[in-house]
């Protein structure tokens, strides 16, 4: 069992950054794919970016292309997301996703049912 805990939410102004953070518990972390998905009320969960875990392979939805940089610390068992020129509509409540130990290798899945556990989440509130 992994349990996920994020951090560094919070509000920020349009074209402001923020760095998010998830820490991961036990001693897999380095041998697991990790991913960021984030959700506003009333919609589907939406893939934001993930890291692969062998070989470092990064994928990023196209809406946060070029501002947007998920990155991975195996000693610390934490992932980050830094993100920067913020929109409004980046508004959602983040999470952090992990998925089986020793699968995805060499790539970031970007689907939800590929990972096998999931953080709380942390709200990012963007004001225009």
């Known amino acids: 069992q992994v349990q996920l805990v994020e951090s560094g939410g919070g509000l920020v102004q349009a074209g402001g950054s923020l760095r998010v953070s998830c820490a991961a518990s036990?001693?897999?972390?380095?041998?697991?794919?990790m991913g960021w998905f984030r959700q506003v009320p009333g919609l589907e969960r939406e893939f934001v970016a993930a890291i692969s875990w062998r070989i470092v392979t990064t994928v990023y939805a196209d809406s946060v292309k070029e501002r947007f940089t998920i990155s991975r610390d195996n000693a610390k068992n934490t992932v980050y997301l830094q993100m920067s020129s913020l929109k409004p509509e980046d508004t959602a409540v983040y999470y952090c996703a992990a998925a089986e130990a020793l699968r995805y290798q060499n790539s970031a899945p970007s689907a939800a049912n590929n990972y096998a556990y999931w953080g709380q989440g942390t709200q990012v509130t963007v004001s225009s």
């Open positions: 036990g001693r897999t972390f380095s041998t697991r794919a």
